[in-house]
């Protein structure tokens, strides 16, 4: 049941792959504004380059994770999908997956433009996918859950960042520092700490959102 | 910052005392404002409930 | 409802008298001046809006286990007077840290964590006025509040870990033994007022409960009330 959820969702994904590379363009103009909101300082550019970098990435994630619902409101699939006799909380990680390989496609499409911009590149670049991989999950996972409520709901593009955004401070912050010292050096190896936070902080909510979506979209 | 002596500072105490104060007091009035507006609702509408 | 305007009444007297005792009769401290005695609003106020916040996840836990409406009403209450108490902590908290730190905000894990989650909780809050279905607003601020909850104490540690890396400033939560006594007093009168708060809303959201499910469908639109 999974993977047909997911191979749903990756195919939606793949024909609509327009509106990803939209996103990416929206992303990269982001971090480029960050830019002149900071002003030509070199230094401080780069010191604060892997803040730009998740910032960046998680307003974009507000743009796709309400989309990844849009398919379901029109026609209103999302009761037909209930009619099926299947388990919801497959259609949810099957959602929270296929949300999460995006997010990390446009993660990793927006370093390359933190490189160029802030001067802040880095060589280890497994380690850097893994924070992003883990970054990126920390936010799938509730934000799949809030854009299927969301979706349903006035206001939807509000109210999905007024509701996201307090809960991965979190991921948010944990994310930003582990980069952070990726890019500008980890002499006491403290990112470990942090990825290790990003991963408890993954553990919990996928189980938590997974546990509960059957709720939110029952009826 | 270490810890040396904060001079004066009634002000802020006075602020911090008389904001707590009338955010209590307007919540609290707000409230039984809403709760007779419910009530007199409540009773016109008939036996219901 | 006479309980709860004795509860309230209760609470008003409390404070009345702790606020006296802390204004007037503890002596100033040694370091932080007369600006310590903020702590005896702050302090109380602190401890009952991590009361509120885990009665908000109780009754979010109810609901979703028993379907029993009344848990929403109580649950809206939890919400409306623990997103006030975070409001006005965060605004005590400002007002102690200016003449003590020299700034509005120092980033106290323990205030940021409080921050956070008044965003949270305004979410929630803002959540339910969007949605009319009472039924389902009531299982999905059940499900936000549930997260919102659990996160709490991931946040507190992530930022007291992110600041423990630049501050080492002293939090204002240790509290000399003399001084405890308008402390406690404190502690009680805010615990009153807010189960009488508590109390006056959950009637209130009840009230309007039975409005709604009492209203007829007019072509299959319901006129929803605002929480």
Known sequence: MLTAALRKELLLQWRTRSQLMAVFVFGATTLLLFSFGIGPNAEMLRTFSSGFLWLGLLLSSTLTLSESFHAEMENRALEGLLLLPSDPRALYYGKAIANWLQLTLLGCALVPVMVVLYDAGTTELLKLLAIILLGTAGLSAPGTLYAAMTAQVRAKQTLLPLLLFPLIVPALLASVKATSLTILGDPMHQSRSWIALLAAFDLIYWSLCGLLYGRVVEE | ?49 | MKKAYVFIALGVALLLVGSYIGLFVAPAEEYMGQVQRIMYVHVPTAWNWMLAVLFAFGCAIAFLFTANTKWDARLEAGLEVATLFAFLLCCQGSIWAKPTWGVWWDWDPRLTSVAVLLFAFLGILALRGFVDDPQRRAVWSAVATIIASVDLPIVYYSVKWWNSLHQQQSTPQTVASQFHLPLRINAFGVLFLMIGFIMLRTRIANYRLAREMAMPPIGGEQAGELA
């Open chain 2, 1 to 49: 910052m270490t810890g040396g002596v904060v001079v004066g500072g009634w002000g802020f105490v006075i602020a911090a005392y008389s904001l707590t104060a009338i955010v209590f007091l307007t919540y609290g009035m707000t409230l039984i404002t809403k709760l007779r507006d419910e009530q007199s609702r409540a009773e016109p509408e008939g036996k219901q409930k």
